[in-house]
């Protein structure tokens, strides 16, 4: 089994609508990570967690926002949809520095 | 300000020969990390080598290598013996910010493409 898994694979949604990312880890780490990929485009950093009480912005969070459930999971939501947030969506976890990520597989989100 | 360039767009090599993909960074935090990523087509992102700032020697893994020239602030992925495997972006990336907000940026990319 994956370390790190994320629901949906593949998400098609309307402007507007609120959608949640999901992500699930084994690997024990503390940290977790949101990113964005935009086509030929690198990561850009949305929010990253240190631990379950610890959540911080990244590069680009606005009109975005996430929830450390436990120290396994951590969540994306998008609180309304809008066409240019398509794009691919990673998470991440890493241990402390020096701070390797390991990728889940990525959701592919397409906003109409 | 931290930034990550990444100046080739695209390269080509041959199979079983070395290449070059290069990165340059910047940054004034004293310490940081600067690390290589794999995307294949299949879209997932993998871990390849990582360079800490004050490390003395030059990071290897496998058939990768990182050049190091902190004074030049270049962080150069060298793949020795290439395989039709290696055909992927590359991303060049860097963790900073301990003076202060965390920070995790990478590159735009290099896509490689080996030939047979």
């Known amino acids: 089994d994956a370390d790190v898994t994320q629901t949906p694979r593949n998400r098609i949604t309307k402007t507007g609508k609120r959608i949640m990312l999901e992500c699930s880890q084994t690997?024990?780490?503390?940290?977790m990570y949101w990113y964005r990929q935009d086509p030929g485009l690198g990561l850009q950093l949305i929010y990253y967690s240190f631990d379950v009480k610890d959540i911080n912005k990244g590069e680009i969070s606005d009109g975005y926002s996430v929830s450390r459930q436990a120290q396994a999971k951590f969540s994306l939501s998008l609180e309304s949809a809008i066409p240019n947030q398509t794009a691919l969506y990673f998470c991440?976890?890493?241990?402390?520095?020096?701070?390797?990520?390991?990728f889940g597989p990525g959701t592919r989100l397409t906003v109409l | 300000a931290q930034k990550i360039t990444q100046t080739q767009p695209g390269m080509f090599v041959q199979e079983k020969e070395a290449v070059t993909l290069d990165c340059t960074y910047d940054?004034?935090?004293?310490?940081?990390?600067l690390f290589w990523y794999k995307q294949p087509s299949s879209g997932e992102m993998i871990f390849l080598i990582y360079?800490?700032?004050?490390?003395?020697q030059n990071a290897t893994e496998g058939r990768y290598s990182l050049n190091f020239q902190k004074a030049r602030k270049s962080a150069n992925l060298v793949i020795s013996a290439s395989q039709l495997g290696d055909s992927a972006m590359y991303f060049c990336a860097m963790r900073g910010g301990t003076s202060g907000t965390y920070k995790y940026i990478f590159g735009t990319g290099t896509r490689l493409k080996v030939l047979a």
């Open positions: 360079q800490g700032s004050y490390d003395q």
């Open positions: 991440a976890t890493s241990d402390p520095p020096p701070d390797t990520q390991y």
């Open positions: 690997k024990g780490h503390d940290r």
């Open positions: 940054t004034s935090d004293p310490s940081y990390g």
